[in-house]
C-alpha cells in the first residue's frame, strides 16, 4: 500500500502543468489503429458489444481525423461501453481514458479543477494540494468520455467549449494546455430534456446515432449477453426466453404510443432474474416467471401516454402475452 508521502508525489504540480506541450491526440489515434488494424479492433469489441461494428468504424473515423463524436441511442444500448471498450481498445494514454458522469448540479470548476487558495497561501501554489486538477486537465493528450453530455448545464458546457475551442484551462490567471478528443452519450429521449446543447458545442461533434436493432440481433445480444451473466451458475439462456423477450421488445419499440421503448439492459435484467429465481427453487424456469421479471424490471424504463403505473403494468402484460401467442405460432411450424 502505498505511502502518504507517495501517493503526494503523484500528484501533479502546477508548475509542471503550465509547461505542457501540445499533444496531437488525432495522430495519436490513428498511429493505434494502423498498428492494431481495423480488423483487430472490431474482432476485441465484438467481445463486448455485438452488432456495432459500423458504429465503431463512424466513431473511429471521426477520432482519426480530429473530431469529436456524440453517440445517441435508446437507453442501454451500450452507448457507453462501446465508447470505454474503444478506449480501452486504442489504450493512447495511461489511463486509456477519463470519465465524467455528468449532471445538471456540475459546476465548471469541478471539470477544470480550481486552486485551493489556503493551502496556496500557507505552503505555496507548486503544493500538490494547491491544484487538483480536473478531468478537463487530467484528459490532456487522450479520450474524454462524457456520459449523458445534454445534462451538463451552460455554465459547464462553456467551460467544456472554451478547451475544445482553444486547447486550454485556465485557472486563476494559469493557462494549462489541454488536448483531448471527446467520446459523449446522449439518449435521444432526453436530447432535450435537460440542457440542449450549445450551437457551438454541438457544431463541434459528429453525431453516430445507435438505432434500435431488429428482433433478430435483439435476440442474439439478449441470449450472448444473458449466458455469459449465467455462466457463473452453469446456466445458459433458454431460446423460448430470448424469442419472447425479444418479440416483447420490438412489439413495445414498434408501437407509436409509446415514447422510450424497452432498453437491453433491463430484458437482461429480466431475464437473468427469471432464471436466478427458478435456480434458486431448484425448477426450470418458466414463462411466468419471465413476465413477472419483464413487467417489474421494464414499468420504470417504458414512458408512454399511461394515466397510471397500474395501466402501464397491464399494457406490459398484454403485450406479453402477445409476444409468447407469436412464438407459440412460430413454434408449431
Known amino acids: 500500500m502505498a505511502s502518504g508521502k507517495e501517493l503526494m508525489a503523484l500528484l501533479p504540480r502546477l508548475s509542471d502543468l503550465v509547461k505542457r506541450e501540445e499533444i496531437q491526440v488525432n495522430k495519436l489515434i490513428a498511429d493505434a489503429i494502423r498498428t492494431k488494424g481495423v480488423k483487430k479492433i472490431l474482432t476485441e469489441l465484438e467481445r463486448e458489444l455485438k452488432g456495432l461494428?459500423?458504429?465503431?468504424?463512424?466513431?473511429?473515423?471521426?477520432?482519426?481525423?480530429?473530431?469529436?463524436?456524440?453517440?445517441?441511442?435508446?437507453?442501454?444500448?451500450?452507448?457507453?461501453?462501446?465508447?470505454?471498450?474503444?478506449?480501452?481498445?486504442?489504450?493512447?494514454?495511461?489511463?486509456?481514458?477519463?470519465?465524467?458522469?455528468?449532471?445538471?448540479?456540475?459546476?465548471?470548476?469541478?471539470?477544470?479543477?480550481?486552486?485551493?487558495?489556503?493551502?496556496?497561501?500557507?505552503?505555496?501554489?507548486?503544493?500538490?494540494?494547491?491544484?487538483?486538477?480536473?478531468?478537463?486537465?487530467?484528459?490532456h493528450g487522450g479520450i474524454l468520455i462524457l456520459d449523458e453530455i445534454n445534462r451538463l448545464n451552460p455554465y459547464s458546457q462553456a467551460a467544456l467549449l472554451q478547451v475544445l475551442q482553444e486547447h486550454y484551462v485556465f485557472i486563476r490567471g494559469f493557462k494549462i494546455r489541454s488536448d483531448f478528443l471527446v467520446i459523449a452519450t446522449s439518449n435521444p429521449a432526453e436530447y432535450s430534456g435537460v440542457y440542449e446543447l450549445s450551437e457551438a458545442l454541438a457544431d463541434r461533434m459528429k453525431v453516430v446515432e445507435i438505432p434500435y436493432p431488429d428482433k433478430d440481433l435483439l435476440k442474439s445480444i439478449l441470449s450472448w449477453k444473458s449466458s455469459l451473466y449465467m455462466e457463473h451458475l452453469g446456466l445458459k439462456a433458454p431460446d423460448a426466453l430470448t424469442e419472447v423477450t425479444a418479440t416483447f421488445m420490438t412489439l413495445v419499440a414498434q408501437d407509436s404510443n409509446i415514447e422510450v421503448g424497452p432498453s437491453i439492459r433491463s430484458a437482461i435484467y429480466a431475464i437473468t432474474t427469471a432464471m436466478s429465481r427458478a435456480w434458486l427453487e431448484g425448477r426450470e424456469v418458466s414463462l411466468n416467471d419471465l413476465k413477472r421479471e419483464i413487467i417489474s424490471n421494464m414499468v420504470n424504463v417504458v414512458r408512454g401516454n399511461f394515466a397510471s403505473e397500474t395501466e402501464k403494468k397491464d399494457y406490459l402484460a398484454r403485450k406479453f402475452d402477445e409476444a409468447v401467442m407469436m412464438y407459440r405460432r412460430y413454434s408449431r411450424r
Open 53 to 139: 461494428n459500423d458504429i465503431a468504424m463512424d466513431v473511429l473515423s471521426s477520432l482519426a481525423v480530429g473530431r469529436h463524436v456524440l453517440i445517441m441511442g435508446p437507453v442501454g444500448i451500450g452507448k457507453t461501453t462501446l465508447a470505454e471498450t474503444l478506449a480501452e481498445i486504442l489504450h493512447i494514454s495511461e489511463p486509456p481514458y477519463i470519465e465524467v458522469a455528468c449532471h445538471s448540479h456540475m459546476t465548471a470548476t469541478e471539470l477544470t479543477g480550481d486552486i485551493d487558495i489556503a493551502v496556496a497561501l500557507q505552503a505555496g501554489l507548486d503544493h500538490p494540494l494547491a491544484y487538483i486538477p480536473g478531468p478537463l486537465v487530467m484528459a
